[in-house]
């Protein structure tokens, strides 16, 4: 008996190219994008986006910032935290560019997914 092994290759397409992670975001996609990241919403200048966070502890909400506070300087994120008791505050940045603030990228969004 003789068995025969058909390799097959497919190739799939985006309906779309990716966009590079550090390219400008239009306030549309970002709303697009915000509806997926639950808890995420865009702070009035557009420029940062933010989540709170309510704790049984006020001792389980340090860790939590002490985390994401980890996270962002591996990943090279902007981050601003405020903590409040049991509550946190985390807003997200997009990195300055020449010293100055620039618009939200993929970057930020791929960040705030990750501590989803």
Do not use: C
């Not at 997926?36 to 001792?59: D, H, N, P």
């Not at 100055?100 to 791929?110: H, I, N, P, Q, W």
């Amino acid at each position: 008996m003789q068995t025969t092994i058909a390799i097959m290759k497919f190739v799939s397409r985006l309906r779309r190219p990716p966009r590079p992670m550090y390219e400008r975001l239009k306030p549309e996609r970002i709303q697009e994008e915000l509806k997926t990241l639950l808890g995420w919403s865009l702070l009035s200048s557009g420029k940062a986006i933010q989540r709170v966070l309510r704790f049984k502890s006020e001792t389980s909400a340090v860790h939590y910032a002490a985390f994401i506070s980890a996270q962002a300087t591996d990943a090279g994120q902007p981050v601003h935290l405020t903590l409040e008791e049991k509550t946190l505050t985390v807003k997200l940045f997009a990195p300055p560019r020449n010293g100055r603030a620039t618009a939200l990228d993929m970057g930020v969004l791929a960040f705030a997914r990750q501590l989803n």
